[in-house]
């Protein structure tokens, strides 16, 4: 370290600054398979770099860095060209054709998007033994039949470091087992923001919750789809079904595998109730248009009861030709005005998450007439997703102030360096840690940061506001389970073993 930036042989003088958090947790994982957490903007890449680094300089294999997104791996390819004095670097997504690949495989660091590499280690290609460093950043990912999952395996029996990086770890303890199980992790090395070592480098981030009222045009199309679900409800009750008439979405889920195998008679009027309180989430936290467009969409498809909902239905069909009056009118949602306000109010950029893009589209458009620049940032899928060179165009035009604000989807939440922002809107409100911790980490990286939550009273807002901050205290908590879960296992017999089989 010389005037307090890294020195390393393999990284460019005066690029990094040194932190000790950082060098500390590098070493953690340079030891061993390490899961490093660490808050949205402290420089998780930052600590994967000084691993690179060290592993390139023993020069026993190459290193392939695993990003969920193309925008994500790319953001990684540059941070990496950047910084290390290497020249042989490839970035590796599935915009590359087969005969690209197989030249772009023999580079020293590839970074490169799961599915691609998961078909490539098939199709061998590429082969698990070039790699003595594997790192899985959003490592939260790696459960069910994510990619991810299938990569771990490949170099489960493998001399390779393995690391794992996330800004929080799930609140599930299941899913929390599960994944240092699959990536044979044996320790985790966390930060949170009140850590002695991260603390200085913390800025304050301020939270305002911003209550709006639904309008009566609104409220009233709300009872309709209410009394829709009701009956649903009281039908599956009669048919045998035990459900507590709470319009859980996560309720009707749990029952799904149990009324197709069980109790077909069910199916009919579970399915339609699954569609109609996503219906009424989408109608409460997003608006009238987002609401009328999942109708037409729906609409469209052929699945159970569809037809029988909108034709027959008088609470649904009269919500329908509310919502159709009240979108003439211009109502689309008290959180729309909200937003203006909050935005009119500060002199920096802001970040605005919705989890829905037909939310995104009204967003936009309401905000560029009201006079406001703004872009959005949507992922890659479907006829509306913005390809990967499109993403990458929009971040660069926010960066560089053509737009005042930015309005995203999850493509936008996970790791992406979009820029110093002042303020985060949560247009929406995720049930999800994960999602919270990421949103939130978005803003005060540099400077202070304010974020603003929207709550649309006595709706779906308010439940999802509770249960996310109930997941974030137990994900804050889950590190330390975690690594006693380690502790308690620990034996001199397994001490020298990089995976965790024996533990599970």
């Given at each position: ?231 649903r409800y009281t039908e599956l009750k009669r048919l045998g079904l035990n459900l507590s008439g709470g319009r859980s979405m996560s309720e009707l889920l749990r029952v799904r595998d149990f009324v197709i195998r069980q109790n077909r008679r069910a199916a009919k009027p579970l399915f339609t109730a699954i569609r109609l309180i996503h219906a009424l989430n989408v109608f409460e936290s997003h608006g ?112 560089d102030d053509q737009y005042k604000v930015l309005i995203a989807t999850r493509v936008g939440e996970e790791g992406l360096d979009i820029s110093e922002v002042n303020l985060v809107v949560f247009f929406d409100n995720v049930p999800s840690s994960i999602r919270y911790i990421q949103r939130k980490g978005r803003t005060g990286r540099k400077d202070y940061g304010k974020l603003v939550v929207l709550i ?49």
């Open positions: 370290m010389s005037d307090n930036f890294v020195e390393h042989r393999y990284i460019k003088k005066s690029t990094i600054e040194h932190r000790d958090y950082q060098h500390n947790l590098a070493k953690q994982a340079i030891a061993e398979n390490c899961l490093i957490v660490l808050p949205t903007g402290l420089g998780k890449t930052t600590v994967a770099l000084h691993v690179i680094a060290e592993f390139v300089s023993r020069g026993k294999g190459g290193v392939l860095f695993l990003a969920p997104t193309r925008v994500l791996a790319h953001q990684h390819y540059e941070f990496l060209k950047n910084n290390l004095l290497i020249d042989d670097i490839a970035l590796v997504t599935g915009e590359d054709l087969l005969a690209k690949r197989k030249k772009l495989w023999i580079n020293s660091i590839i970074c490169a998007t799961p599915e691609i590499v998961k078909n490539d280690l098939d199709r061998q290609i590429v082969s698990p033994e070039q790699f003595s460093l594997v790192i899985f950043d959003e490592a939260h990912r790696t459960v069910g039949d994510y990619a991810y999952s299938g990569i771990a395996e490949r170099f489960a029996d493998m001399d390779v470091r393995i690391i794992g990086m996330t800004a929080t770890l799930p609140s599930e303890k299941q899913k929390a087992e599960e994944m240092v199980k699959i990536l044979k992790i044996a320790s985790i090395a966390q930060r949170t923001e009140e850590s002695p070592d991260v603390s200085p480098y913390v800025q304050q981030t301020d939270t305002q919750w911003i209550t709006v009222e639904l309008p009566p045009e609104m409220k009233e199309i709300q009872s309709l789809i209410k009394a829709a679900i009701d009956s009238v248009t987002s609401f009328l467009r999942f109708c037409e969409r729906t609409q469209e498809k052929k699945g159970a009861g569809i037809r029988d909902l909108f034709e027959n239905d008088l609470n649904f069909g009269k919500a329908v030709r509310l919502a159709q009056q009240a979108q003439q009118k211009g109502i689309e949602h008290s959180k729309i005005d909200k937003l203006r306000d909050v935005l009119q109010g500060i002199s920096g950029k802001a970040l605005v998450f919705t989890s829905y893009r037909d939310s995104v589209d009204i967003i936009h458009q309401k905000l560029n007439e009201m006079g406001i620049p703004s872009g959005f940032l949507i992922g890659k899928a479907g006829e509306t997703g913005l390809k990967q060179k499109k993403q990458i165009e929009t971040i660069q035009k926010f960066r649309a009273k006595d709706t779906t807002d308010e439940t999802y506001y509770w249960i996310g901050k109930r997941k974030v205290t137990a994900a804050k908590n889950m590190g330390e389970k975690m690594n006693r879960f380690l502790e308690q296992q620990e034996t001199p017999k397994i001490k020298n073993k990089t995976g965790l089989d024996s533990f599970f």
